[in-house]
């Protein structure tokens, strides 16, 4: 860890929850290159703009903050957009450049894609992000190196390892907790699950939230805050308004894009209304002052 000071346990503010937000077009979907090339982005209509803003309302009505885990791509087209978030006192975070696969890069290739996340993020908010989401949950268990190259670069945490089949592993710890590595220590912060004879099912985000009837993860958070654990959620701008040409997409992909989609927003609501909420880095104990940690003397090697 930064100055080498060993991570704390979770806190007095453990009971509150963390909300995070993966700041990125309708478009960017992973593994449909042939229906959505990279080439074709920029000719498509962007509402990522639009998008959040619905978002961004509804935190401003409930006086909460949260992370906002930034695409380069988005932050490139619409710095006004990432300054303002941040402005808006939202903890500013990192999704990769190009919504890439992280186990699909090498490490070297990572490496420049969180450099040059962090060069252009701290040009636009004038402090360096902390913490860093992959694409997709794509570091797991192919690509553990991943967790070292975040460490080396300055980063306190990451929020990219699932404890979920298919994408990660039911393996991977459900809860926060502190990685050792060579390059320092990085806390994981998986997204929330709900542990069930049939496996764990993703009720912290996606179509897994959005088509679990509210009272169970209302239940589910409430037993976690009694013991202190926080519940992480995330979301994106596209489940709060237009997604084009997704009518193309196999069918695996329009599931997780559009099921239940009609719930979003409630149950958004019914979270903010019901729990309490603060970005992933205060909830850590990593809500660093403003300018403390300027790109330029960030310990990027
Ligand atoms: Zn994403």
């Not at 991943?146 to 929020?159: K, P, W």
């Not at 193309?248 to 979003?264: C, E, Y």
């Not at 409630?266 to 940690?293: C, N, Q, T, Y």
Request: proline letters at 8%.
């Amino acid at each position: 860890m930064r100055n080498g000071k060993h991570p704390q346990p979770l806190g007095g503010v453990a009971t509150a929850n963390m909300l995070s937000v993966d700041l990125e077009d309708w478009f960017h979907i992973c593994e449909v290159e042939e229906v959505l090339p990279r080439r074709a982005w920029d000719h498509l209509p962007s509402t990522v703009v639009a998008d959040t803003e619905v978002l961004l309302e509804l935190f401003r009505k409930f006086h909460v903050h949260a992370t906002f885990f930034v695409l380069g791509y988005v932050a490139a087209r619409y710095p006004d957009l990432v300054c303002r978030i941040h402005g808006m006192g939202h903890e500013i975070g990192y999704h990769g450049w190009d919504h890439e696969l992280v186990y699909r890069l090498t490490p070297h290739a990572f490496r420049h894609i969180l450099r040059q996340g962090v060069e252009c993020i701290s040009g636009i908010t004038g402090s360096r992000p902390i913490g860093f989401r992959a694409p997709q949950w794509s570091i797991n268990d192919l690509n553990p190196w991943a967790l070292e190259v975040l460490a080396e670069e300055g980063f306190l945490y990451d929020s990219s390892m699932a404890p979920l089949k298919f994408i990660g592993s039911e393996s991977y710890p459900r809860r926060p907790h502190a990685l050792k590595l060579p390059g320092g220590h990085l806390w994981e912060v998986p997204p929330l699950v709900l542990k069930t004879p049939l496996g764990n099912y993703p009720i912290g985000g996606g179509w897994g939230l959005r088509c679990m009837p509210y009272p169970i993860i209302r239940h589910r958070v409430s037993r976690l805050n009694q013991r202190n654990l926080p519940a992480l959620f995330y979301f994106h701008p596209k489940e709060f308004g237009y997604q084009g040409a997704i009518h193309n997409l196999p069918f695996i992909k329009r599931f997780v894009l559009r099921a239940g989609i009609w719930n979003t927003r409630e149950h958004l609501a019914r979270l903010l209304a019901d729990f309490k909420f603060v970005p992933i880095g205060a909830s850590l104990g990593l809500d660093l002052p403003e300018g403390m940690l300027p790109y330029n003397q960030a310990s990027v090697r």
